[in-house]
């Protein structure tokens, strides 16, 4: 049991199987890793690329037998240097950890994801099979989304509606994620919302779902260093986002004046939510 923790905790080497584009801007990463293909939904991995730093990554872990991949948006230090990785190149993984999406009893259930913040979701939709289920998804452009063709698949064989945002108009509805999920929350009565995303997304569809008294679960995103709840270089209120979370329900983000407003930066000073690292 102790060997099993200690290999948990320690980086360990994983051969990149196959790397796939899945929009201009975003690639996904599959390799074989038994703890990575046995995470829950919403649990996330600190993947590490030596002599550039570690960072949380969730853990998409939907098919294939001990695979488990990371999908990664192109963007600064970290993701730069794990995007310019080939296939049987090397990159190290700890956890999983977290704590992930409850999946509950609930049967009318709104999903919302906007961006990377799609990939948890992606394996709370596979516990959701047989239930009544929306997913409201978003991108700038079509271009930009996520999944398109796995999601439009998957829904009709698994049955669950599908609803399309970009801001541009060039797929599905013209319009932001929170207009859309405020147009489906105010037709129907939802049991339960889960959602993943840019935070300002996530805080109108938190404040929609208490104007509406919906149970709500949110993923948080922020500096992780240790991502086991020492450092504390991720707290917000009274909560470690990589140990009490980084998903939480309304009970919990209620306590947190922070939520939608206020983050730590790299040295761990508040700043506002919009500001650089
Ligand atoms: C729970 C969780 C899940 C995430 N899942 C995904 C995902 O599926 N796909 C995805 O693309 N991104 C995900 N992220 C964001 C990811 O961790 C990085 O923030 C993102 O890739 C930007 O890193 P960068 O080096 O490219 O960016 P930059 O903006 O250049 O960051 C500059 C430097 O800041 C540090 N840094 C940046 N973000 C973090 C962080 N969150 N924790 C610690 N140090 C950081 C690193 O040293 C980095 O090199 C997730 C974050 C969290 C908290």
């Known amino acids: 049991m102790e060997q099993a ?4 905790h320690t980086p360990r080497s994983v051969t990149l ?3 796939v584009d899945e929009t201009p ?6 390799f074989s890793d038994v703890s990575m293909h046995k995470a829950h939904p919403g649990q996330f991995a600190m993947v590490w690329v030596p002599g550039v730093d570690e960072v949380p990554m969730s853990v998409l872990a939907i098919h294939g037998k001990n695979e488990a991949g ?12 794990l995007w310019e990785k080939k296939p049987g190149d090397l990159f190290w993984v700890r956890g999983p950890y977290g704590h992930p999406y409850s999946v ?3 049967h009318k259930l709104l999903v919302v994801g906007g961006g990377t913040g799609l990939v948890p979701l992606l394996s709370l939709l596979v516990h959701f099979r047989g239930r009544d289920v929306t997913l409201i998804t978003g991108a700038r452009t079509a271009s930009e989304l996520l999944f398109k063709d796995w999601l439009i698949a998957d829904s009709k064989e698994h049955h669950f509606k599908l609803v399309f945002a970009t801001d541009d108009g060039t797929y599905g509805e013209k319009n932001q994620v929170p207009k859309v999920a405020e147009t489906v929350l ?3 009565q939802f049991d339960a919302i889960y959602t993943c995303g840019p935070e300002p997304m996530m805080k109108k569809i938190y404040d929609l779902a208490m104007e509406t008294r919906c149970h709500i679960q949110v993923s948080l995103e922020r500096v992780f260093k240790c991502g086991v709840g020492i450092c504390a270089a991720c707290v917000i209120g009274p909560y470690l986002v990589c140990h009490d979370g980084p998903v939480f329900s309304e009970a919990e983000l209620s306590g947190m004046p922070e939520f939608g407003h206020m983050r730590r930066d790299l040295s761990g000073k508040r700043v506002p939510l ?3 690292h």
Do not use: C
């Not at 923790?5 to 948990?8: E, K, S, V």
């Not at 990371?70 to 730069?80: A, D, N």
């Open 186 to 188: 105010r037709d129907g």
């Open 70 to 81: 990371v999908v990664i948006k192109k963007g600064g230090q970290v993701s730069t240097a």
């Open 274 to 276: 919009n500001a650089g």
């Open 5 to 8: 923790t200690a290999q948990l």
């Open 104 to 106: 509950g009893h609930h």
């Open 25 to 30: 801007s975003i690639r996904s990463f599959w």
């Open 17 to 19: 199987e196959r790397i």
